[in-house]
Structures are given as structure tokens and as C-alpha cells.
């Protein structure tokens, strides 16, 4: 996963339109859960889209470390906790508890879905909702499709590059970093590998975990978003 790129994941990733995904996340809370206040926000990253969700007090939870402590930075009255998506027990519930950015696939299998997606609705209030942003389904995932992210700025200079591959019926994304800075130029690799999860495979995950799910098509960035609501 992101080990050595961490601190400079905001960088990478500056392409996204953090603000925009947020204001699409609240109309989707406002709509379906209008007295939500507390929101947990699972493989929360950096957590960048807390700069924008200030009417919600928001809390996240990371498997890492440095991510965390990034994103205490920006979220300072948020708690943050260092934990895996598919075994965590936080003791506590949240109006909203949302998985963005398809990190639902790093998972990697359908069990493990409905694992994930059981401790969501365990730390879920009732009537509360939950916000999952699938990865790619098998049939999208566009093989040997070459792929380049730069970053230029005066201080930093990165070229990421991979193909998308496979490793048996997972996507495998093998990046390499090449990063310059004032201290020298250095060259490194990360191994990335997602579950590629069917539309059926999905909703079965929160049916199975007694909770009504609808998918928007559209989603954030065009991905998608699987929409679940607990009853209560």
C-alpha cells in the first residue's frame, strides 16, 4: 500500500476535487438522513475532505499510521484511529460512517466485503446511513492500460507511473515513483492490489447485513456510490 509515497499523497492526488466531492457527499447525507451530525469517515487517508465537511463532526479511521497523522492536522477537534476496515470496534456509533475512494477494494475479496461492510453497520446509529465508493467491477478494469501521474512544483518533482495488471482475479497495480527533491533524486516502488467486486457482489454485502442499499451511478467522480441505510 502507501508507504514511502504517504507524505506526499496530497500532492499526487491534487487532481482531486476534494471541495466538489464534498458538497455532493452532504446533499447525499442531507437527502437521505437530514439530522445526521456525526460522521466516521473509514480509510479516511489524509483526509482531505474534512476541510469541507466542517457541519459534521467527523472522526477517521486509517490502517495507516502516517495517514493519520496527517490528518489530525486538519481535523484537529476529530479523533483518529489506526485500525483495519474489517475488524474494528470503536465502542461508540455515527449517524453516517462512508468508505470513499474505492478503498473497499483493498479488501480483496467478497468475504471480506460483507466483513467490512458488518462493522460498518455495527458502528452506525440507527436510521443512520453508510456511503461506500466502489472500485472498479471486473468488466471496467481496463488491462495493460498504462498509466502517468506527475507532481511539479518547485520544491518536489514526482513521475508515478504503472499498467494495470492482474493477480488472479484482483487488479494489481504496481507503482514506481521516481522523486526529486532539494536532498537528491530517489526511485521507488509500491505493490497495490484491489478486489474487483460485481454491482450483485456489492448490494449482496449490505442485504446480508439487513440494510437497505441503492447505487447511484454517478457517485462522486463517476464511480459510483452504494448508499446503505439502517434501520431504526
Known amino acids: 500500500m502507501f508507504k514511502g509515497s504517504s507524505k506526499y499523497y496530497d500532492l499526487i492526488y491534487s487532481w482531486k476535487d476534494y471541495k466538489s466531492e464534498s458538497s455532493k457527499i452532504t446533499d447525499f447525507i442531507k437527502e437521505r438522513h437530514p439530522q445526521a451530525t456525526t460522521v466516521l469517515d473509514v480509510a479516511c487517508g489524509t483526509h482531505e475532505h474534512a476541510k469541507y465537511l466542517t457541519q459534521f463532526r467527523i472522526d477517521g ?55 467490512a461492510i458488518a462493522c460498518f453497520y455495527r458502528h452506525t446509529s440507527p436510521g443512520g446511513i453508510i456511503l461506500v465508493e466502489p472500485w472498479f467491477t471486473p468488466d471496467q478494469w481496463a488491462l495493460g492500460k498504462l498509466h502517468m501521474t506527475p507532481v511539479d512544483n518547485s520544491d518536489v518533482k514526482i513521475c508515478r507511473m504503472n499498467i494495470s ?14 522523486l526529486g527533491t532539494k536532498a537528491g533524486v530517489e526511485y521507488f516502488t509500491e505493490e497495490h492490489e484491489l478486489g474487483l467486486f460485481t454491482k450483485r457482489q456489492m448490494k449482496e454485502a449490505f442485504t446480508a447485513n439487513q440494510l437497505e442499499v441503492e447505487f447511484d451511478a454517478e457517485g462522486l467522480l463517476g464511480r459510483g456510490l452504494y448508499i446503505g441505510k439502517k434501520p431504526g
Open 165 to 178: 495488471e492482474m493477480r488472479g482475479k484482483n487488479s494489481y497495480l504496481k507503482f514506481h515513483y521516481l
Open 61 to 115: 479511521l486509517d490502517i495507516n499510521q502516517d495517514f493519520l497523522d496527517i490528518a489530525h492536522t486538519k481535523n484537529t477537534t476529530g479523533s483518529y484511529y489506526q485500525g483495519d476496515m474489517t475488524d474494528f470496534h470503536l465502542g461508540k456509533t455515527y449517524d453516517v460512517v462512508m468508505c470513499l475512494f474505492s478503498s473497499i477494494g483493498y479488501v480483496l475479496t467478497e468475504g471480506n466485503v460483507h466483513k
